[in-house]
């Protein structure tokens, strides 16, 4: 009787661990077809996975920019791979630019969207605050050491998949995960967030709309 009281206190305690860590408990599709899975941190659900759609939602192509120069003039949506190479994306995903990311046609899946500046200071709220949440955000494995305070309880999963200048250049892979919000700040600026590998913190910051990011979503 009293090694069935133990079973089952065990099973209650890893649940509710499991349950408030944010582990994965659904997928959805793009428009491509590309499944992602998703856990509820805070009150909402996100993807766990970097995007990796090449279609808007209604069906219309996302240019693939891989010239430096061509990227740095660019006022409307891209993407690329960093370094432009393929295997990178299987690993990380694709970068995009702002205009992407705001394009009235839709970036995220039926159902979703990218996350507000708002949003993702809920989300880190919920998670102790910037100077704890990063570490909580971020995935155990890629990332160069000392990657401080990963332990991933979020289920967010972040990696280190680095992103493109405005200029074109592709700067800090294995060392920032850097991801767009949907918040302008100025005419030519808009709100992300980065992780690094040697804080703990989550950083809220401001990059040019040109710059290749990565990106997540959340559920309407």
Request: proline share 2%; aromatic share 12%.
């Amino acid at each position: 009787m009293e090694l069935k009281k133990v079973f089952l206190a065990i099973f209650i305690i890893v649940f509710t661990v499991s349950f408030s860590a944010g582990i994965a408990h659904s997928q959805i599709t793009d428009k491509d077809g590309n499944s992602y899975n998703t856990a509820t941190i805070g009150a909402k659900d996100w993807t766990t996975e970097n995007l990796n759609v090449e279609h808007y939602r209604n069906g219309d192509i996302i240019p693939q920019v891989q010239d430096a120069a061509e990227w740095k003039k660019l006022t409307t949506g891209a993407w690329c791979y960093y370094e432009n190479l393929t295997e990178n994306g299987k690993t990380y995903g694709k970068l995009y630019n702002w205009y992407a990311v705001t394009d009235s046609r839709g970036l995220a899946p039926e159902g979703w969207h990218i996350p507000s500046d708002e949003e993702f200071t809920e989300m880190t709220n919920s998670l102790g605050g910037n100077e704890t949440a990063g570490g909580k955000l971020k995935a155990v494995t890629l990332w160069n050491d000392p990657n401080k305070g990963a332990t991933n309880e979020s289920g967010y999963s972040a990696l280190p998949g680095g992103y493109r200048a405005d200029n074109g250049s592709f700067k800090l892979l294995l060392k920032y995960g850097c991801f767009w919000t949907s918040t302008q700040t100025t005419t030519v600026g808009a709100r992300c967030r980065e992780l690094h590998n040697n804080i703990t913190d989550i950083i809220r910051d401001t990059y040019n709309k040109k710059c290749g990011l990565h990106v997540r979503c959340v559920k309407d």
